[in-house]
């Protein structure tokens, strides 16, 4: 699994959100049908238009939402990175700075990315001596076919 350390300062993106329960993985279906969605309502060409950060095209934020005593929820975004004022129609969030662990991630969505998130969880953390740093996660997708066997997109999580 090929990796690197990477140090930020915080940003801001800006984009949608849903909540997904992380009971029975309801998310692994929820989130695929959340891109087919934007990808087809124009929200990715608007994301796509503002990224003006670091961070090279459209990112998906996983924020943890444990307030919700019955289910385990999170938040899902699909945002950019974005210096300015926050876009009429989206909402904004703050990523606090962190050291990241940097995953690069190589085929086609969904398989790809959830294969590397299953590792990453399964293989990585259990033998790296790191800890998750408790903040938001991010996957970073450049802009280009997603579904080719060769496209690439990085898992990038907050490390301690």
Known sequence: M???IVERDCFQVVGIKREFSID???????????WVEVNKDGTIDLLSKLNNG???GVLGVCVANNDTKSKQQMD????????GDT??????L?????????FEVNGPMPDAMQRVWK???????PSSGFQHAGTPDIEVYPDK???????YSEIWIPVK
């Open 2 to 4: 090929q990796y690197k």
């Open 24 to 34: 029975n993985e309801e998310y692994l279906v929820g989130i695929p049908k959340m």
């Open 54 to 56: 670091e961070l090279e």
């Open 76 to 83: 899902y975004w699909v945002a950019t990175e974005y210096i």
């Open 87 to 92: 876009p009429d129609k989206l909402l904004k």
């Open 94 to 102: 703050e990523i606090p700075a962190s050291k990241w662990a940097v």
């Open 119 to 125: 590792n990453i969880f399964s293989e990585w953390f």
């Open 145 to 151: 076919d997603p579904y080719s066997p060769d496209y």
